[in-house]
């Protein structure tokens, strides 16, 4: 992977470190590349907010015309409908003081379409008589939540269930974050095989009288899989996809996605070495608590180092490898890091620099990030 350094400079001398820096003109481009590659249609495109966070820059997707969200959290959802969204997902199973603080905010924003999901009649129960609306979460086999889709009976069920309890039933959600396979024409395959036992779900639901409105696929790297699988386009039924990753981008999705997509790192860590500790390893101030580990070491990329070799970080230390004869960079020295997995990464800083033209424009709070208080 081959990225320019020269279009994320930015005079780093007045900047503390680690610092995490957004290119807004670059969110732009790559809003407007996923709406390119749904055929221009920026309503086929529910993305999750779990990566935007900031609501400076969720009011960009609104004003590209993309007015649908997914989020997780009661702080992403309360942030989306500030920014303008005018229907909201909370596509994690929220129960409890959780569920209630969900439909809190639900009456707080008459105007915003706010549903969650659920999986059982108990979970169905603790939103009757407020103004959520509800997708039934299906198992694509990642065995996070879901009912598993061959067990149309009890999906039946479900759906039933909401209705009897005068709710709205919008349709199915089905995250396929399992399809991730390397080769992409085996990810393609094994997808759309998938896809293809939702729809049969959905088929099963129809001839049971149950109408299936809405049926909310695909995170990044399902992406190309679900793009050219006409039978979900073409259905009774909307259909949206729902990836969020694309809109800041990281290695692991530049890697997971066509080139002819046209995506671009819209987020960089910037760092300085603090360290030689040894003859070939530098040390810089992004450790874990920076730059996230949780999809492993390397845990970044260095822009314009390409021999520089993340190693396991701790909390506040991140050492490289110096893979060959390259001159090591100087203590004081910035790096632009790109991380591997984006999303943690945007969660781990309070707030964020805008980079316009070579400057920091302004530091925008990462206003979803976290969550809300307990009480």
Not at 155 to 180: K, P
Not at 346 to 367: H, I, P, Q
């Amino acid at each position: 992977m081959t990225l320019d350094p020269a279009v994320y400079h930015v005079d780093e001398a007045g900047l503390l470190t680690p610092a995490l820096a957004i290119y807004p003109a670059i969110v732009r481009h790559n809003i407007q590349c996923m709406i390119r590659a749904l055929g221009g249609e920026p309503s086929r495109w529910r993305p999750h907010l779990k990566t935007v966070k900031l609501e400076a820059m969720m009011k960009l997707v609104v004003d590209a015309g993309v007015t649908t969200a997914k989020c997780a959290t009661t702080l992403e959802l309360l942030t989306a409908c500030r920014s303008g969204f005018s229907d909201v997902l909370v596509a994690y199973p929220h129960s409890g003081r959780n569920a209630q603080r969900v439909a809190a905010i639900a009456a707080e924003f008459p105007g915003v379409r706010i549903s969650a999901l659920v999986e059982s009649d108990a979970q169905v129960e603790q939103w009757t008589g407020t103004a959520v609306e509800l997708f039934i979460d299906i198992n694509p086999g990642m065995n996070r939540t879901g009912i598993e889709r061959d067990h149309p009976e009890a999906i039946r069920q479900v759906a039933f269930r909401i209705r009897s309890e005068g709710l709205v039933f919008r349709g199915l959600h089905f995250y396929d974050g399992n399809s991730t396979e390397p080769d992409f024409a085996e990810r393609t395959q094994r997808a759309q095989a998938r896809y293809a036992e939702l729809l049969g779900v959905a088929s099963f639901l129809e001839n049971a009288g149950i109408p299936v409105p809405e049926i909310v696929t695909a995170g990044t790297p399902a992406l190309p899989c679900v793009i050219p699988y006409e039978p979900l386009w073409k259905g009774s039924f909307r259909h949206q996809v729902s990836p969020g990753t694309i809109v800041y981008n990281d290695s692991s999705s530049l890697k997971q996605l066509p080139a002819d997509y046209g995506f671009q790192p819209a987020v960089i860590v910037i760092s300085r070495v603090i360290s030689h500790p040894k003859t070939g390893v530098v040390t810089c101030d992004a450790g874990h608590k920076s730059v996230s580990v949780d999809s492993g070491v390397p845990n970044c990329l260095v822009l314009g180092h390409p021999s520089l070799e993340a190693q396991k970080p701790s909390e506040e230390h991140l050492p490289f490898a110096l893979g060959d004869s390259s001159p090591a960079p100087a203590i004081g020295d910035a790096l632009y890091l790109l991380p591997r997995h984006v999303c943690p990464t945007v969660n781990n800083f309070d707030r964020a620099a805008l980079v316009e033209n070579g400057a920091v424009t302004s530091l925008e709070s990462v206003s979803a990030r976290g969550r809300e208080g307990p009480l």
